[in-house]
């Protein structure tokens, strides 16, 4: 096993070591299930061998409409075997970006995890058979036009041997599908070159292997942080992964599993960090080993957070509990790798750039990333490419930042956020929401104000957090959001933010509405991001409202 350094070759070179090495050790956990490594390899190369005998050859895509299940780290790894193209989607239920995926890379075969993943794929092609794609189904509901997964693990086993002579490092190991936060969603292809050096140089910041180490896979598979550490880094270097498909079952899964790695949005810690300190007896009383095995969290080494910024305050916690959480930079175009530095973790930065990963920076301050885990441009998309990719090989990432004294990063919000009132400043939103969102009982928080003659907000109520205020005020959770208690604790909670705010960014008025807002949605992307537009478009009345005469 490849311990910190760079391993040689491609993906396939490290899964046959990693299976070789550990036939008989746990690979991936589900229930009470296990499969070892040795019966992955024996059941990858067998779907391997049936998705051949329906047609799938090398460059071909795959689109894979699976939670994190095994039967994605199979199929996935088929498709490696055979040289075919893994895609990988956000699983909205929204049809109109998985259409806009089907008729970008035109798959030869469709696996839906059910019948209702079937439907939404028939939904977004007119005709998958029509096409020429099969659509597989792993929970087989009765459908003439679809293909039992079953039958594959049966198939008479393809070679590993042969998987790993033919494959190249610059074949393309995955593509990903962005989330569409602006635009529909663009294809990402990342190759095997591009992966393993993602894969190493996250090792060699951690310092340590994650061979039998313990792993939670519960974000989704397009998600390249999920991806990255318990799917590539997994079949490097070794670890036992745990799947949880569904995140309602997130909370006792994490208890079963307590990993040693465990990678999360910020929304995920704050609401571990709300569970832990609601146990504490009092507050500011140490947090203690035995507590946190009590949600799965005594045994961790490494934790990461990423894609939206962490609360200081939340930071904080969970550094005084021993935790070394450390924020994270990246995007899918560079496998997630831009900078980390577990440490020497500097609160509200992102630590320093990873070995091999250049940062620079342009005039007006948008971070430019450059290194081998950078991909080669967005698929059948130059125009995009040619935005995104400068001449010197430089992906402009569209956020803005600048390298502190210590040379962490230090992140400034989007540059396409900017807002614009009408006295001419330039406003940087993500700081302020984020300190509105710190407000009790607000879970959500997006400041307007572009072209309008002052910045107003919306607060969007956390449920829980709610129903807890509700409960100690005396009131039913049903009206508390109109309650005046709940409303002025919100309102003090605005004025705080703005003392600290030069007056052109302070919010002149804000409005109170209730959610839900899911993943996956015309308000946040699936790993959390705010949809501006979106929210604009649900909110639009209320918006015209905060600039309305009083």
């Not at 109109?96 to 993943?117: Q, Y």
């Not at 039958?151 to 074949?171: F, H, I, M, N």
């Not at 989330?179 to 050096?197: E, F, I, Q, Y």
């Not at 005046?484 to 002149?508: K, M, Q, S, T």
Request: aromatic share 6%.
């Amino acid at each position: 096993m490849t311990g910190t350094g760079q391993p040689p070759g491609t993906l396939l070179d490290a899964f046959a070591r990693t299976a070789a090495a550990y036939p008989d050790v746990p690979a991936v956990r589900w229930g009470e299930q296990v499969m070892t490594w040795g019966q992955y390899a024996e059941r990858a190369c067998a779907v391997a061998a049936g998705l051949a005998a329906l047609g799938v050859r090398r460059g071909d895509h795959v689109v894979l409409l699976l939670r994190n299940r095994p039967e994605f780290y199979l199929a996935d790894l088929a498709c490696l075997l055979l040289g075919a193209v893994p895609v990988s989607v956000y699983l909205s239920p929204a049809v109109e970006p998985l259409a806009a995926v089907l008729a970008s890379c035109e798959p030869v075969a469709v696996v839906a995890e059910t019948a209702a993943f079937a439907d939404r794929a028939r939904a977004a092609a007119s005709s998958i058979a029509a096409a020429g794609a099969q659509l597989i189904v792993v929970d087989q509901a009765a459908a003439a036009d679809t293909l039992p997964f079953g039958p594959l693990l049966q198939t008479g086993p393809a070679s590993l041997a042969g998987a790993v002579a033919a494959a190249q490092p610059g074949d393309t190991a995955t593509m990903l599908y962005t989330s569409g936060t602006t635009g529909n969603p663009k294809g990402v292809p990342l190759t095997h070159a591009n992966l393993m050096s993602a894969a190493a140089t996250l090792s060699a910041r951690m310092g340590v292997s994650l061979a039998g180490c313990r792993q939670l896979s519960y974000l989704p598979m397009a998600h390249i942080g999920e991806r990255l550490a318990t799917h590539y880094l997994h079949l490097i270097q070794g670890s036992t992964v745990t799947c949880c498909p569904d995140l309602a079952d997130f909370p006792a899964v994490l208890r079963q599993t307590s990993p040693h790695l465990l990678f999360g949005a910020p929304r995920m810690w704050e609401r571990l960090q709300a569970g832990v300190a609601a146990r504490l007896a009092a507050p500011g009383q140490p947090v203690t080993r035995d507590l946190l095995a009590g949600f799965g969290l005594a045994d961790l080494r490494t934790a990461i957070v990423g894609s939206a910024p962490l609360p200081r305050h939340v930071h904080e916690f969970w550094l005084d509990a021993g935790i070394p959480l450390a924020n994270c930079y990246g995007q899918t175009e560079s496998c997630g790798v831009g900078t980390w530095d577990p440490h020497d973790i500097v609160l509200g930065t992102c630590g320093k750039p990873f070995g091999g990963t250049e940062i620079g920076f342009t005039a007006d301050g948008e971070i430019l990333v450059r290194g081998p885990a950078l991909f080669g441009g967005y698929y059948r998309d130059p125009a995009a490419t040619a935005r995104a990719v400068d001449a010197g090989g430089w992906y402009h990432s569209g956020d803005l930042g600048q390298l502190d004294a210590g040379g962490n990063l230090v992140l400034g919000g989007r540059q396409d956020d900017v807002l614009v009132p009408t006295s001419g400043h330039n406003v940087q939103p993500a700081p302020i929401e984020a300190s509105l969102a710190r407000i009790d009982c607000v879970g959500h928080a997006m400041a307007i104000g572009h072209g309008r003659p002052y910045l107003t907000a919306l607060l969007v109520l956390d449920p829980e957090e709610t129903a807890a205020w509700a409960g100690k005020a005396g009131v039913s959770p049903e009206v508390a959001a109109g309650h005046l208690g709940l409303l002025a604790l919100i309102a003090d909670g605005v004025e705080a933010v703005n003392a600290g705010l030069p007056g052109a960014e302070r919010i002149r008025r804000h409005a109170v509405v209730t959610g839900p807002w899911p993943l996956a949605s015309d308000l946040l992307t699936a790993t959390g991001k705010m949809r501006r537009g979106g929210v604009a478009r649900r909110y639009a009345d209320v918006i015209e409202t905060l600039y309305r005469p009083a």
